[in-house]
């Protein structure tokens, strides 16, 4: 499979739980993106790696959500003393500088 | 916040009918990409149009641009029930795509 792959595909968590998700890029690709959608709504850019940098953090990604890319391949995000407002999806994407981006099948996140 | 936003919010139409979506945006931009999202899954990138750019054609989608008006359409012909998702419009302000800001999309339903 050479698109861009999510793990885990749903996860459910309680108040005050700390969460980590993964997105496996497209192998050439050296952007790496991650946004969050809550129903209804259309994706909200939450924060961007070019290579193993983050280059730029939304105001959205509070001091609670930490994202890394070690090496410039797979990254993961956590969560960490997860909210009910933190009930979303959260979707990856991964692109070539100019190109267009493609999206992972997401991670639901649901905190109760 | 969302850049903009799709109209219609929803559109129910027959199998074989055209579907026409229109997205209004803020600020100057780059490029606009149209997104399919089937229910509760990751998004397909459609089409991505350039700023100077006016229309483009990619199957039975035509999307049109015009940045006078902030204003984009997008164009299904010949629908088909498998097209039924919600379809979202995102625009990005540099050739780097960094930064995708979405609209609300809008729903589409084609019954057979």
């Known amino acids: 499979d050479t698109g861009v792959s999510q793990d885990p595909r749903h996860k459910i968590t309680k108040r005050g739980q700390n969460v980590t998700f993964r997105c496996d890029p497209i192998?050439?690709?050296?952007?790496l993106y991650w946004y969050r959608q809550t129903l209804g709504q259309g994706p909200e850019f939450l924060t961007y790696?070019?290579?193993?940098?983050?280059?730029?953090k939304s105001r959205l990604l509070s001091d609670r959500f930490s994202a890394e890319r070690p090496k410039g391949s797979f990254s993961t995000l956590e969560i960490q003393r997860t909210e009910q407002g933190d009930s979303a999806m959260y979707l990856c994407?991964?692109?070539?500088?100019?190109?267009?981006?493609?999206f992972g099948q997401g991670t639901r996140l649901t905190v109760v | 916040s969302q850049q903009g936003e799709e109209d219609p919010q929803a559109l129910s139409i027959q199998e074989g009918e055209n579907a026409t979506m229109n997205c209004s945006y803020k600020?100057?931009?780059?490029?606009l990409q149209w997104y399919r999202q089937n229910s509760g899954r990751g998004l397909v990138h459609l089409i991505l149009?350039?700023?100077?750019?006016r229309e483009k054609h990619s199957g039975r989608l035509r999307v049109t641009l015009d940045t006078s008006k902030k204003s984009s359409s997008l164009l299904i012909t010949a629908s088909r029930a498998a097209d039924t998702a919600s379809y979202f419009c995102?625009?990005?302000?540099?050739?780097?795509?960094?930064?995708?800001?979405f609209g609300t999309g809008t729903r589409l339903l084609v019954s057979p």
């Open positions: 149009i350039r700023s100077n750019e």
């Open positions: 192998s050439e690709h050296n952007r």
């Open positions: 994407a991964s692109s070539l500088a100019g190109e267009e981006a493609f």
């Open positions: 600020t100057s931009i780059n490029n």
């Open positions: 790696f070019q290579n193993e940098a983050q280059l730029e």
């Open positions: 995102a625009t990005g302000r540099d050739t780097g795509f960094q930064k995708l800001v």
